[in-house]
């Protein structure tokens, strides 16, 4: 089993940029598909990019253009770049990991995942 430990989160203004970083230990990083998940206050949890093991991407609607999901095997790591951010991408942000993916999967439901990180909070003001 993978452990997952995010950073990089912060108060940023809108428009601006920010890297997120999701370091792994433990397990084979580069058979496991990794996601970023994402939740606002008062809200529930919801998906927002993944990253297949062949290295396929697929974000949800609302970052496309905007958010672009990366991994680096041998660091063990996964990044997610954000540009353009709005007040709407204010929320803990969590990276996810899917031992039992396919090379080419890119699972997008948190049931998918068994390994999660602790969380890092991203607060984007107007």
């Known amino acids: 089993q993978v452990q997952l430990v995010e950073s990089g989160g912060g108060l940023v203004q809108a428009g601006d940029s920010l890297r997120l970083s999701c370091a792994a230990s433990?397990?084979?990083?580069?058979?496991?598909?990794v996601a970023w998940f994402r939740q606002a206050p008062g809200k529930e949890r919801e998906f927002a990019a993944t990253?297949?093991?062949?290295?396929?991407?697929y974000y949800t609607d609302s970052v496309k253009g905007r958010f672009s999901i990366s991994r680096d095997n041998a660091k063990k790591a996964v990044y997610l770049n954000m540009k353009s951010l709005k007040p709407e991408d204010t929320g803990d942000y969590y990276c996810?990991?899917?031992?039992?993916?396919?090379?080419?999967?890119?699972?997008?439901?948190?049931?998918?995942?068994?390994?999660w990180g602790q969380g890092t909070r991203v607060t984007v003001s107007s």
């Open positions: 996810a990991a899917d031992g039992s993916a396919s090379y080419y999967r890119l699972p997008t439901q948190s049931s998918d995942y068994t390994s």
């Open positions: 433990g397990g084979t990083f580069n058979t496991y598909a």
């Open positions: 990253i297949s093991r062949a290295g396929a991407t």
